[in-house]
T-cell receptor, first 108, second 116 residues
Framework: GQQVMQIPQYQHVQEGEDFTTYCNSS?????IQWYKQRPGGHPVFLIQ?????EVKKQKRLTFQFGEAKKNSSLHITATQTTDVGTYFC????????FGKGTLLTVNP | EAGVTQFPSHSVIEKGQTVTLRCDPI?????LYWYRRVMGKEIKFLLH????????ESGMPNNRFLAERTGGTYSTLKVQPAELEDSGVYFC??????????????FGNGTRLTVT
């Protein structure tokens, strides 16, 4: 079945450092979505990527979708303490498949 | 617009007991999903309703789990009898009609289930 691998599982950074999480799918995706879950909260939708090679930006967050539509990344520039949480990618084909998530902690 | 609501927020039960979780999706959202996150593992799909019909229940772990969505509004997920490995956070999510996997999911706050 469809699998989405996400790395790293954990990432601890100093405030101001950059952060990147990567997702790889075992199958070609129709789209990929990214969610953020704050500690104790629920996943909240960030963005959806649909086109091959697509790049989208939201302030300090940059999302990329690979040319083959099998991988994606989320890059945060100059992390802040408000960025802490778990970032999930969700690959969509005929069904939605979650990556394991990357837990980001930021040291002020 | 009211979000997805789940009840209860926490439930602690003993092994062998029954628990029923409820999810009220956003009004008008035909797609309703149940997911589960067991400690330290990824969020896993349980099942997907389109209105009152089960579109995909391939993620349901076994016949101790029963999901219903009578009338196509709220949904319940019953675990009977509960086992220790059922502990985790159960999330419900909804999305608008017809868009399925192309529409963002709106999640509820989840129900944290602890089976002792």
């Amino acid at each position: 079945g469809q699998q989405v691998m996400q790395i790293p599982q954990y990432q601890h950074v100093q405030e101001g450092e950059d952060f990147t999480t990567y997702c790889n799918s075992s199958t070609t995706l129709s789209n990929i979505q990214w969610y953020k879950q704050r500690p104790g909260g629920h996943p909240v939708f960030l963005i959806q990527l649909v086109k091959s090679g697509e790049v989208k930006k939201q302030k300090r967050l940059t999302f990329q979708f690979g040319e083959a539509k099998k991988n994606s990344s989320l890059h945060i520039t100059a992390t802040q303490t408000t960025d802490v949480g778990t970032y999930f990618c969700v690959g969509s084909n005929y069904k939605l498949t979650f990556g394991k998530g990357t837990l980001l902690t930021v040291n002020p | 617009e009211a979000g997805v609501t789940q009840f209860p927020s926490h439930s602690v039960i003993e092994k062998g007991q029954t628990v029923t979780l409820r999810c009220d999706p956003i009004s008008g959202h035909d797609n309703l999903y149940w997911y589960r996150r067991v400690m330290g593992k990824e969020i896993k799909f349980l099942l997907h309703f389109v209105k009152e019909s089960k579109q995909d229940e391939s993620g349901m772990p076994n016949n101790r789990f029963l999901a219903e969505r009578t009338g196509g509004t709220y949904s319940t997920l019953k675990v009977q009898p509960a086992e220790l490995e059922d502990s985790g956070v159960y999330f419900c999510a909804s999305s608008p009609v017809g868009q399925g996997g192309r529409s963002p999911l709106h999640f509820g706050n989840g129900t944290r289930l602890t089976v002792t």
